[in-house]
């Protein structure tokens, strides 16, 4: 391996480490179009092969915070109205105002804004799987063995996963990143100073050493994920927000404490990473975003606020497939764990690169399907398993779902990896 030359980069406010997004399509697509493609003896075939037991493990993946972009359903409903229309009158109907015209029109410091973004990608990301289930007939509990979320994506991910209603979901997300953006709020106002998150990419054989050092400087006695062993108060505390892969990590905190500490990694600790603050405008996954994990419980403790269903939890268990969760990288095992780690992941390490490698390696996982806007899952997926597209030699791929346009793609290549057995992907 060449030897690593890292640049200095100093942290830059408008900059994505993520891949940008493309603007909304204008161009429409009709949804029979599409539907012939996949009609006839190809479309039986897919459903006739549809044994658990005998096709790839596959995972469906949603993303977080930071795809957002104005127009993002457009697309979708352009393409196929019939089935996205609806659906957007209902999250209209249920948040209590016009969340579709933030999406369509903007501006886009409107729809950055915590409480609106959250909730626009959560609704599109389901959106966009009702449609291939509806249009497309995608039968999502036959052909998908995993769900997992990315930070926000979680709420997808459980609701697909049969663990909470899509009305409850909405709900909790709404009510979370308003408590959120309110821990910001009152931060700046009582204590002053700013608050974001920042990445830092480095090597991958850099990596390891790199979060020793994060930990000795913030006061940890070892890589865990909570910070009370910090001797700091919260309002200067900084975590390890995100392990989002094998060389790329997230810190989310005091921003003036995140530059203390890469001053101090330059300078001390023989690390020069390439740091970029992400356009995010609270601390996430830090000690600042406690008090929305003590609101969370209450929520996840309350009955569902489904016409019909008051009478019933909010929270349902089992589900229908397992749902990995961001801070333990497993999947939830009862209820009570399904509340006290949803909660905590509002404080706690999105631990997205374990996660990855659990499905990877100890299940087998051989088919990855990102679902929802933008395209930064799909690329951190697809580094950390080795595939992009469909991978013949490996039995399965990566495929990401955010445009009309790259339905037929994904569930073409699907169908041809349908019929390869467990045995050939051992």
């Known amino acids: 391996m060449k030897s690593f030359a890292p640049r200095r980069i100093p942290i830059r406010s408008t900059f ?54 104005v127009g993002m359903l457009t697309p979708w409903l352009e393409a196929f109205p019939s089935t996205a229309g609806p659906i957007v009158e209902e999250i209209d109907d249920l948040l209590g105002y016009k969340l579709s015209s933030i999406i369509a029109n903007g501006p886009n410091s409107t729809l950055t804004a915590t409480g609106n973004a959250q909730p626009a990608i959560m609704a599109s990301s389901i959106l966009i799987l009702r449609v291939l289930e509806r249009e497309f007939g995608f039968k999502t509990h036959e052909r998908v063995d995993f769900t997992l979320g990315h930070s926000l994506g979680e709420f997808a991910a459980l609701v697909v996963g049969g663990y909470v209603e899509f009305q409850d979901s909405l709900y909790l997300v709404r009510k979370r990143a308003e408590i959120m953006a309110e821990c910001s709020r009152r931060a700046s106002a009582e204590h002053g100073g700013e608050y974001g998150m920042v990445a830092l990419v480095t090597e991958p054989d850099h990596l390891s050493s790199l979060i020793e050092a994060i930990h000795e400087f913030l006061g940890h006695n070892s890589a865990g994920s909570k910070s009370e062993s910090a001797e700091v108060p919260p ?192």
């Open 235 to 426: 309002i200067q505390q900084v975590l390890i927000a995100n392990m989002n892969s094998k060389n790329q990590i997230v810190l989310s905190g005091n921003i003036g404490r995140v530059k203390e500490l890469l001053t101090h990694l330059r300078q001390f600790g023989g690390h020069d990473p390439r740091a970029v603050r992400l356009k995010s405008d609270s601390p996430f996954h830090s000690p600042l975003m406690r008090p929305a994990a003590k609101s969370m419980m209450k929520l996840l403790e309350g009955k569902s606020k489904v016409k019909g269903k008051e009478d019933k939890d909010l929270l349902m268990f089992p589900g229908t497939m397992a749902c990995i969760s961001n801070v333990s990288a497993r999947p939830f095992h009862s209820k009570e764990e399904l509340k006290d780690l949803w909660s905590r992941s509002c404080v706690e390490t999105v631990r997205w690169w374990d996660s990855i490698k659990y499905l990877d390696q100890e299940k087998k996982v051989r088919r990855w399907i990102g679902i929802g806007p933008g395209k930064v899952g799909r690329n951190l997926v697809g580094k950390e398993v080795g595939m992009r597209g469909m991978d013949t030699l490996k039995g399965g791929g990566v495929w990401g779902i955010s445009d009309p346009k790259e339905i037929e793609e994904a569930l073409k290549a699907l169908d041809e990896t349908e019929s390869l057995g467990v045995e050939e992907l051992k």
């Open 16 to 69: 994505f480490l993520e891949d940008c997004a493309l603007n909304a399509s204008k161009t429409s697509y009709p949804a029979t179009t599409y539907r012939l493609r996949l009609s006839g003896e190809r479309k039986e075939r897919r459903h006739a092969s549809s044994n658990k037991s005998s096709r790839p493990k596959t995972a469906l993946f949603f993303p977080g915070q930071g795809v957002q972009r």
